[in-house]
């Protein structure tokens, strides 16, 4: 499904930077949920974008088969001076969903649950109502992998259980690529778990050994 | 929604689709004085270009062609190119959000918004030429087509200068400002609001550098039958320099598309 091979990537600017993501490999087989963890800094978000196709590795490829959504996260995505509306258009558009528009639009605005703010301008909106926009906008488009960074951690808990329900719903059609410092819902959504490390990641069959890993080396800190 | 695999192409344009009709918003509905603002530019200059020419007592500097129908072909084929330049600084800026989906390249905003500001400053011109035609000025262009290349030749050339500026602006900010600030210099050496036949010919020499000049002259020469422009106006030596803005401008934006959707 995803194929990661000997990928690095570095940001050079005016503070130099050393690599972020030092020759990582691994694959993620169809309809597996993984769960990414890590310290901050430690490239987790930065391999989301490079999946999601949003940036391009320094070295290494990085092979897609199947539709792939971007990350979905707080920053990006939306054009704040759009309304909630006006973007979810868009992301139909660019999908190539021109003709279902009313449908993916009433469907966005079912899970979103915004009321008189899905008319409102993006950038009116608390970090809670974008998370809730971006995943009800994913969750519109049958992707067979998705990428949340963080979307999940500023929900409140009726949203969470809404966001789990639609992946229990996709279990088998769909896999789940996540960043989250919640172990909780790394725990209810994910099988197996990336830990990523010095630049360096670590592929675990479960998300358990994933994040007791994680703990330790934390507590060794 | 189920899908099938899309071609390259079919990608491209839905985004363009989905790109134009947020422009066209963003363009026409956020400030209300914006359609207003598009008609009465150029009226405004003509209005004070007429003011100043009656103090200047009437003298007749254009060969060919009357003093208001020349600035009216003039000006708003000389806003075609700005235009091109000015919307398309700010155009990967104004759409970072939506470079999250891996569909959406940095060029494709500056293409739209080119597009879109092509298709108003013809609607305009249109508008212009009707009115003027009814006031009685002698505005209908004698070579129709002609008039159509030389128009489509300077959107070109604003197209060209747009995709490099583009990727000039984004990454370095003091690009912004130098450009705005050039278009004033390119405003008098591209002839718009003074006729430049009168300087002598090793200026003009120079002059004919400036590929601005020979598009808003050859729009002129298509529009009024016995016009004499500047010896030297040539469509051709614009369409070398679009040919080679457009060229080097898609390859700077292949060149630094990563770097101008992290910016």
């Known amino acids: ?221 | 929604m189920a899908h099938a695999e899309r071609t390259s192409w079919q990608i491209t344009w839905s985004v363009w689709h989905a790109m134009f009709m947020r422009e066209v918003l963003a363009r026409t509905m956020v400030n209300r004085f914006s359609w207003f603002w598009m008609l009465a530019e150029p009226v405004a200059y003509v209005v004070v270009m007429i003011w100043v020419r009656e103090l200047l007592g009437r003298a007749h500097f254009i060969i060919g062609a009357d003093f208001v129908p020349w600035l009216i072909v003039g000006l708003t084929a000389f806003f075609l190119f700005r235009e091109g330049i000015t919307r398309s600084l700010g155009a990967v800026k104004a759409n970072h959000g939506l470079f999250a989906y891996r569909q959406v390249h940095p060029v494709d905003p500056v293409i739209i918004r080119n597009v879109l500001e092509g298709l108003l400053k013809t609607v305009v011109f249109v508008l212009l030429v009707a009115g003027a035609e009814f006031l009685g000025y002698r505005v209908l262009p004698g070579d129709p087509l002609g008039a159509l290349a030389a128009w489509l030749s300077l959107w070109l050339l604003g197209l060209g200068g747009g995709l490099i500026v583009s990727v000039g602006s984004t990454l370095l900010d003091e690009v912004d400002l130098a450009v705005r600030l050039s278009m004033l210099p390119m405003f008098l050496l591209s002839g718009v609001i003074l006729p430049l036949h009168f300087l002598p010919h090793s200026v003009q020499q120079y002059l004919l550098l400036n590929p601005v000049l020979h598009g808003v002259e050859s729009v002129r020469l298509a529009f009024f039958g016995g016009y004499r422009s500047l010896a030297g106006v040539d469509l051709s030596y614009v369409w070398l320099w679009n040919v080679t803005l457009i060229a080097l401008g898609l390859a700077l934006h292949l060149r630094f598309a990563n770097r101008l959707k992290a910016q």
């Open chain 1, 1 to 221: 499904m995803i194929e990661v091979r000997n990928v690095y990537k570095r940001y050079q600017g005016h503070h130099g930077g050393g690599w972020v993501l030092r020759d990582i490999t691994f694959e993620v087989p169809r309809g597996v949920s993984v769960g990414v963890v890590g310290r901050n800094g430690a490239g987790k978000s930065t391999l989301l974008r490079l999946i999601g196709g949003m940036d391009a590795p320094n070295r290494g490829e990085i092979m897609r088969r199947g539709r792939v959504s971007w990350p979905i996260g707080l920053t990006g995505g939306f054009q704040g001076s759009m309304t909630g509306r006006q973007n979810t258009k868009f992301v139909a558009r660019i999908h190539g969903d021109g003709q279902a528009i009313n449908d993916i639009i009433a469907q966005v605005e079912e899970f979103a649950e915004l009321g008189k703010a899905f008319d409102q301008p993006v950038r009116t909106y608390s970090s809670g109502m974008r998370s809730r926009l971006a995943f009800g906008l994913s969750l519109a488009f049958d992707f067979d992998l998705y990428l949340s960074d963080e979307a999940t951690a500023v929900g409140d808990m009726g949203f969470r259980a809404k966001a789990k329900k639609a992946f229990e719903d996709r279990v088998g059609r769909a896999g789940l690529m996540m960043v989250s410092h919640g172990e909780g819902i790394l725990k209810e959504l994910c099988q197996a778990g990336l830990w990523l490390t010095g630049g360096e990641a670590i592929w675990f069959d479960s998300i358990h050994d994933a994040l007791s890993a994680y703990r330790e080396s934390m507590k060794a800190a």
